[in-house]
Protein backbone atom coordinates (compact mmCIF):
# COMPACT_ATOMS: atom_id res chain seq x y z
CA UNK A 1 0.00 0.00 0.00
CA UNK A 2 1.56 3.47 -1.23
CA UNK A 3 2.16 5.60 2.03
CA UNK A 4 0.80 9.60 2.43
CA UNK A 5 4.11 10.65 1.31
CA UNK A 6 4.14 8.47 -2.00
CA UNK A 7 0.54 9.39 -3.00
CA UNK A 8 1.20 12.96 -2.43
CA UNK A 9 4.63 12.50 -5.09
CA UNK A 10 2.40 11.03 -7.33
CA UNK A 11 -0.24 13.88 -7.50
CA UNK A 12 2.43 16.58 -8.09
CA UNK A 13 4.37 14.03 -10.45
CA UNK A 14 1.10 13.08 -12.45
CA UNK A 15 0.32 17.19 -13.09
CA UNK A 16 -2.36 17.22 -10.67
CA UNK A 17 -2.82 20.12 -7.28
CA UNK A 18 -1.34 18.99 -4.15
CA UNK A 19 -2.37 20.52 -0.68
CA UNK A 20 0.64 20.85 1.61
CA UNK A 21 0.94 21.97 5.47
CA UNK A 22 4.03 23.44 5.12
CA UNK A 23 6.64 25.56 7.85
CA UNK A 24 4.74 28.51 7.35
CA UNK A 25 0.64 27.92 6.31
CA UNK A 26 -0.90 25.46 4.00
CA UNK A 27 0.56 25.79 0.61
CA UNK A 28 -0.95 24.86 -3.37
CA UNK A 29 1.49 23.23 -5.33
CA UNK A 30 1.83 22.45 -8.45
CA UNK A 31 4.65 21.26 -11.24
CA UNK A 32 5.75 24.43 -12.72
CA UNK A 33 6.04 22.72 -16.16
CA UNK A 34 2.22 22.01 -16.29
CA UNK A 35 0.71 24.81 -17.99
CA UNK A 36 -2.72 23.66 -17.06
CA UNK A 37 -2.23 22.62 -13.47
CA UNK A 38 -0.34 26.32 -12.82
CA UNK A 39 -4.28 27.69 -14.80
CA UNK A 40 -5.83 25.83 -12.50
CA UNK A 41 -4.38 27.36 -9.50
CA UNK A 42 -4.87 30.96 -10.87
CA UNK A 43 -8.29 29.94 -11.48
CA UNK A 44 -9.64 28.18 -8.30
CA UNK A 45 -8.25 31.31 -5.80
CA UNK A 46 -9.19 33.94 -8.26
CA UNK A 47 -5.20 34.77 -8.66
CA UNK A 48 -4.43 37.92 -10.56
CA UNK A 49 -2.61 36.31 -13.80
CA UNK A 50 0.23 39.12 -13.44
CA UNK A 51 1.17 38.00 -10.21
CA UNK A 52 4.09 35.00 -10.38
CA UNK A 53 3.81 32.02 -8.00
CA UNK A 54 6.91 31.22 -6.27
CA UNK A 55 9.24 28.43 -6.30
CA UNK A 56 9.50 26.03 -3.10
CA UNK A 57 13.22 24.40 -3.67
CA UNK A 58 14.33 21.30 -1.89
CA UNK A 59 17.99 22.57 -1.52
CA UNK A 60 20.55 25.69 -1.97
CA UNK A 61 22.08 24.14 -4.57
CA UNK A 62 18.57 24.17 -6.63
CA UNK A 63 18.15 28.00 -5.94
CA UNK A 64 21.64 28.68 -6.86
CA UNK A 65 20.91 26.60 -10.50
CA UNK A 66 18.17 29.33 -10.82
CA UNK A 67 19.52 32.40 -10.68
CA UNK A 68 21.30 34.70 -13.25
CA UNK A 69 24.71 33.55 -12.96
CA UNK A 70 25.86 37.27 -13.96
CA UNK A 71 24.37 38.58 -11.07
CA UNK A 72 26.08 39.35 -7.76
CA UNK A 73 24.14 37.23 -5.68
CA UNK A 74 26.10 37.74 -2.93
CA UNK A 75 22.43 39.30 -1.11
CA UNK A 76 21.21 36.39 -1.80
CA UNK A 77 24.03 33.84 -0.21
CA UNK A 78 24.41 36.21 2.99
CA UNK A 79 20.33 35.52 3.18
CA UNK A 80 20.08 32.57 2.26
CA UNK A 81 22.71 30.94 4.52
CA UNK A 82 21.62 32.87 7.10
CA UNK A 83 17.93 32.52 7.08
CA UNK A 84 17.07 29.28 4.88
CA UNK A 85 15.44 26.94 5.42
CA UNK A 86 12.29 28.89 6.56
CA UNK A 87 9.67 31.35 5.85
CA UNK A 88 11.68 33.49 3.66
CA UNK A 89 10.88 34.14 -0.24
CA UNK A 90 13.54 35.38 -2.01
CA UNK A 91 12.92 37.43 -5.31
CA UNK A 92 15.59 37.10 -7.65
CA UNK A 93 16.75 37.52 -11.19
CA UNK A 94 15.99 33.99 -13.11
CA UNK A 95 18.48 32.25 -14.89
CA UNK A 96 17.72 30.07 -17.89
CA UNK A 97 17.25 27.29 -16.04
CA UNK A 98 14.27 29.39 -14.02
CA UNK A 99 11.09 27.57 -15.53
CA UNK A 100 9.37 30.77 -17.56
CA UNK A 101 5.79 30.04 -15.75
CA UNK A 102 7.16 31.52 -12.80
CA UNK A 103 9.68 34.08 -14.16
CA UNK A 104 8.01 37.65 -14.04
CA UNK A 105 9.69 40.98 -15.51
CA UNK A 106 12.87 38.55 -15.48
CA UNK A 107 12.48 37.66 -11.42
CA UNK A 108 11.80 34.78 -10.24
CA UNK A 109 10.90 33.97 -6.24
CA UNK A 110 12.84 31.19 -3.95
CA UNK A 111 11.77 29.81 -0.82
CA UNK A 112 13.44 26.66 0.73
CA UNK A 113 10.91 26.09 3.22
CA UNK A 114 11.96 24.19 7.18
CA UNK A 115 9.91 20.95 6.49
CA UNK A 116 12.60 18.12 6.11
CA UNK A 117 9.65 15.74 4.46
CA UNK A 118 8.30 18.45 2.08
CA UNK A 119 11.90 19.25 0.73
CA UNK A 120 12.05 15.55 0.24
CA UNK A 121 8.97 15.99 -1.57
CA UNK A 122 10.35 18.46 -4.07
CA UNK A 123 13.68 16.58 -4.16
CA UNK A 124 11.80 13.52 -5.58
CA UNK A 125 9.69 16.04 -8.02
CA UNK A 126 12.43 17.34 -10.00
CA UNK A 127 13.83 19.50 -7.09
CA UNK A 128 11.50 22.52 -7.23
CA UNK A 129 7.34 22.84 -7.34
CA UNK A 130 5.47 26.18 -8.21
CA UNK A 131 3.57 27.25 -4.92
CA UNK A 132 1.30 29.86 -3.15
CA UNK A 133 -0.90 30.28 -0.25
CA UNK A 134 -4.17 27.56 0.04
CA UNK A 135 -6.30 30.67 0.00
CA UNK A 136 -8.69 32.75 -2.35
CA UNK A 137 -6.46 35.35 -3.33
CA UNK A 138 -7.01 38.46 -0.69
CA UNK A 139 -7.91 36.20 1.87
CA UNK A 140 -5.99 35.14 5.43
CA UNK A 141 -4.23 31.79 5.05
CA UNK A 142 -5.11 28.28 5.72
CA UNK A 143 -3.22 27.15 8.92
CA UNK A 144 -5.02 24.39 10.48
CA UNK A 145 -5.38 20.68 8.43
CA UNK A 146 -9.64 21.02 9.51
CA UNK A 147 -9.86 24.35 7.56
CA UNK A 148 -7.78 22.96 4.71
CA UNK A 149 -10.60 20.28 3.69
CA UNK A 150 -12.60 22.93 2.65
CA UNK A 151 -10.78 23.83 0.10
CA UNK A 152 -10.55 19.57 -1.04
CA UNK A 153 -12.25 20.79 -4.68
CA UNK A 154 -9.55 22.86 -5.41
CA UNK A 155 -6.79 19.89 -5.16
CA UNK A 156 -6.37 16.45 -5.74
CA UNK A 157 -4.89 15.52 -3.02
CA UNK A 158 -4.64 17.48 0.63
CA UNK A 159 -1.72 15.68 2.45
CA UNK A 160 -2.19 15.00 6.10
CA UNK A 161 -0.32 16.70 8.98
CA UNK A 162 -0.74 20.45 9.84
CA UNK A 163 1.45 23.51 9.10
CA UNK A 164 4.04 24.86 11.00
CA UNK A 165 3.48 28.51 11.34
CA UNK A 166 0.82 30.93 11.73
CA UNK A 167 2.26 33.71 8.91
CA UNK A 168 3.02 33.63 5.53
CA UNK A 169 6.76 33.79 4.24
CA UNK A 170 7.99 37.24 3.67
CA UNK A 171 8.90 38.60 0.56
CA UNK A 172 12.26 40.51 -0.21
CA UNK A 173 12.98 41.54 -3.68
CA UNK A 174 16.98 41.67 -4.01
CA UNK A 175 17.13 43.22 -6.86
CA UNK A 176 16.04 46.46 -5.26
CA UNK A 177 16.51 45.50 -2.51
CA UNK A 178 12.85 46.01 -0.92
CA UNK A 179 10.90 43.99 1.67
CA UNK A 180 7.59 43.18 -0.44
CA UNK A 181 6.10 41.90 2.53
CA UNK A 182 6.50 40.93 6.03
CA UNK A 183 5.49 37.47 7.44
CA UNK A 184 7.34 34.53 9.47
CA UNK A 185 10.51 36.72 9.33
CA UNK A 186 11.18 40.11 10.84
CA UNK A 187 11.55 42.77 8.64
CA UNK A 188 14.23 44.21 11.00
CA UNK A 189 16.58 41.38 10.91
CA UNK A 190 16.15 41.38 6.82
CA UNK A 191 17.17 44.97 6.75
CA UNK A 192 20.35 44.52 9.61
CA UNK A 193 21.21 41.34 7.32
CA UNK A 194 21.18 43.21 4.02
CA UNK A 195 23.24 46.41 5.30
CA UNK A 196 25.76 43.52 6.20
CA UNK A 197 25.82 42.41 2.68
Excluded at 151 to 180: C, F, K, N, Q
Excluded at 182 to 194: D, N, T
Amino acid sequence: MPSEFDLSLHTLQSGGLLAWPTDTTWGLLARADRPEALARIYRVKGRDPAKPLQLLVADLATARRLLDPGWDAAPFERLARTLWPGGLTLVVPAGPEAPAACVHEGKVGLRLPADPELRRLLARAGGYAAATSLNPSGRPPVLRYRDALRYADWVDRIHPGEAGGTEASTVVDLTVPRILREGAVPAALVRRLLEEA
